[in-house]
């Protein structure tokens, strides 16, 4: 019988975009504070919804008419990635802590920077419900899934082995391959706006489930 259920965080527990939206307005406060440039929040938002990921910062900089240097951007990116984030849990993420918290062990592994996330996870105000959190940016950039040290390391600070476990995520390209050679049972959320929805992949890459909401693990497990 499965004791451990290990989470992700972003786009399983609480919206991406939601985080997303909360960097950008800090961003864009900051230019109209530092540098009275107006605008960036409607434009950057305008090409992450358009399906842009790589170049929104730069594109929306150029929109708006700004010269600027690639020192600025990375100023810009900086801002993002440590503002403390306007974001919440998903309702059935809520319920499902609350539920499992006291049913069995409760963990996370979760990819990004290391400030980043503590903020994600300190705005959620959601520490006190797991076992153990691992940031997997801890280790280095190069130990994020599907890299195997993660789920190590969450297993042996929670005391279990593998067949004990279950990870829950949303990300087929990363978040189960792993954890399904290792003997973990793997289930996918799938949930109608999220990031990793429409990817096609590999059957080695897929969940051993798929949900589209947290409220539906009792029936599996």
């Known amino acids: 019988m499965r004791t451990c259920i290990v989470f992700d965080l972003d786009d399983t527990l609480y919206s991406e975009h939601q985080y997303v939206l909360s960097g950008f307005s800090a961003v864009d406060h900051f230019l109209s504070e530092q540098h009275t440039i107006n605008g960036f929040l409607k434009k950057a938002n305008q090409l992450f919804t358009s399906g842009e990921r790589g170049r929104i910062f730069n594109q929306s900089l150029e929109a708006l008419g700004v010269t600027f240097t690639d020192n600025f951007v990375t100023q810009l990116v900086d801002v993002y990635r440590q503002h403390k984030p306007e974001i919440e849990l998903f309702k059935d993420a809520k319920w499902a802590l609350n539920y499992y ?35 997997s940016d801890a280790f280095g950039r190069e130990y ?17 082995l593998a067949e004990d476990c279950i990870y829950v995520g949303d990300n087929v390209k990363k978040d189960f391959i792993t954890a399904k050679r290792l003997g973990w049972q793997t289930i996918c959320v799938k949930r109608d706006a999220g990031e990793y929805q429409d990817i096609v992949i590999s059957e080695e890459y897929l969940a051993d489930t798929t949900i589209t909401s947290l409220k539906q693990l009792p029936e599996i497990l």
């Not at 994020?144 to 279990?160: D, M, N, R, T």
């Open 101 to 135: 918290s006291s049913k069995m062990k409760v963990g996370m592994i979760t990819d990004g920077y290391l400030d980043t996330q503590k903020n994600k996870i300190e705005s959620l105000g959601i520490s006190g419900k797991f076992d153990a959190i691992v940031i």
């Open 144 to 160: 994020w899934k599907p890299h195997e040290k993660p789920y190590l390391a969450i297993q042996s600070q929670i005391g279990v």
